[in-house]
């Protein structure tokens, strides 16, 4: 396993290079790179945003070790998990309105005091302590990703006053950079956890320093910005007509909250399938994120000029070959019978098409959901996104542990296959809408989201 791991993370790595180096030769430089303004607030802006990118990735591969190293059990560290999802959701349907009410700026440096806090709960054994830590860690993470970006959008737009046609160019980036810092991310907590024997808590211990500097170059770098702040009310209102009006919505929201439900339980579930046959979890989270940025370089390639292939295609090619890696795992990890290998082969091509999905859904998002009623939309998302999840990881709580996992596994392929129907359901909705397509031949899309 330890040389499976290594061999597929240099494999994956130079297949990514070599696409990106051959796409960026082929591409020539846009409008907005010229710019010397613009690559000046796009620096102070990626400064602070990758420091907080890199700090959060830096955590994700060894946080179950963390807690079996404590000697809690499965059973224990599912509530912890559960207890993170739960503060994820219910501070991710409030966050657009804290961030608006306290300020972005304010509300960044708070992301970087909270999971500073988050991550000092990590050296305590204490099971209370860890739950706090995880409460912290949802409301850090819905700042992460509501914050950042606000600010940007408003200073970009109100203060800088750069063309709004240049917003994609930057998240594009954003995108494509978060990948490799979490690849990076892996490799670095390998070497804190394991090479240099500091233990699974190292990894936690030296994202502290990563967020301190987020917070200090916001204070120093970054102008305060407001938004006028709409009813929570209103904007759950608004996103459920929307979600009940149009029925392209309700089956996008059916989608995304059967898949994404599956991935978070696959986060839960690949540390205890492979760390008993000595896998470098570092290694292996880094070649999971480099499987990823796979994905998405083959996503672009796919809808660039030459194959012209369109997002609504490559969602369902996802979506069936988290499908078919279900399977396999279903079978990899039979009691008695666990074969790594085939199940850490299954566990790439899921993140393989994480690669494909991420923008396919979020150019459909775009297109499918008005501007003004898609923070009331999402948010009715996330609910039956995150609910799905903390039922799964409940249900694993209360299973045996050596049929546990593969029956885990089956009901995950259960409910893929309820999402490949729901994907069969829209294809059949927007077959003949041109409004889904990729607009031009000409250009790249792009995928904001993170």
């Not at 994905?295 to 070959?321: D, E, N």
């Not at 939309?377 to 694993?396: E, I, S, T």
């Not at 309820?418 to 995928?447: K, Q």
């Amino acid at each position: 396993m330890l040389v499976t791991a290594y061999l597929s993370f240099v494999g994956l790595l130079a297949s990514c290079l070599g696409l990106e180096l051959s796409r960026c030769r082929a591409k020539p430089p846009g409008r907005a790179c010229s710019n010397p303004s613009f690559l000046q607030f796009q620096l102070d802006f990626y400064q602070v945003y990758f420091l907080a990118l890199a700090a959060d990735w830096l955590q994700a591969p060894y946080l179950y070790k963390l807690y079996q190293h404590y000697h809690f059990l499965e059973s224990q560290i599912a509530i912890l998990y559960v207890c993170g999802l739960a503060s994820t959701v219910l501070f991710g349907l409030v966050a657009s309105s804290l961030v608006d009410w306290l300020g972005r700026k304010k509300s960044c440096v708070l992301f970087s005091l909270t999971y500073s806090l988050c991550c000092l709960t990590k050296l305590s054994q204490d099971y209370f302590v860890l739950l706090v830590g995880r409460a912290l860690g949802g409301l850090s993470t819905a700042l992460l990703f509501s914050a950042f970006e606000a600010w940007y959008i408003h200073e970009h737009v109100e203060r800088h006053d750069f063309p709004a046609e240049w917003i994609p160019a930057t998240f594009a980036r954003a995108a494509f950079w978060n990948h490799v810092l979490a690849v990076a991310a892996g490799v670095a907590a390998e070497a804190v956890a394991s090479w240099m024997g500091l233990g699974p808590v190292a990894p936690f211990v030296a994202a502290i320093p990563l967020l301190a500097l987020t917070g200090a170059l916001a204070l120093r770098n970054w102008g305060e910005n407001y938004d006028r702040q709409r009813a929570f009310s209103k904007t759950c209102a608004g996103g459920l007509r929307c979600l009940l009006s149009d029925r392209r919505v309700l089956l996008l929201g059916t989608i995304q909250a059967l898949f994404e439900s599956v991935i978070f339980i696959f986060v839960f579930l690949w540390t205890p399938v492979l760390d008993p046959h000595g896998a470098p979890l570092g290694i292996v989270f880094s070649s999971f994120m480099a499987a990823s940025l796979l994905g998405s370089s083959l996503y672009r390639i796919a809808t660039s000029k030459r194959y012209h292939l369109q997002p609504m295609h490559l969602l369902s090619l996802a979506v069936l070959i988290v499908v078919f890696s279900l399977f396999m795992l279903t079978f990899s990890t039979s009691p008695g019978q666990e074969n790594p290998v085939e199940s850490f082969i299954a566990f790439l091509l899921i993140e393989l098409a994480c690669g494909l999905y991420f923008p396919s859904m979020s150019f459909l998002r775009r297109k499918v959901i008005p501007e003004t009623e898609q923070a009331g939309v999402l948010n009715w998302f996330r609910v039956p996104l995150h609910l799905l999840a903390c039922l799964g990881l409940l249900v694993l709580h209360d299973s045996d542990r050596k049929t546990g996992t593969r029956n885990m596994f089956s009901i995950c392929s259960a409910v893929m296959v309820m999402a490949l129907l729901a994907v069969v359901g829209l294809f059949t909705v927007v077959r003949h809408d041109a409004e889904l397509r990729v607009p031009s031949p000409t250009g790249e899309p792009y995928a904001p989201e993170l």
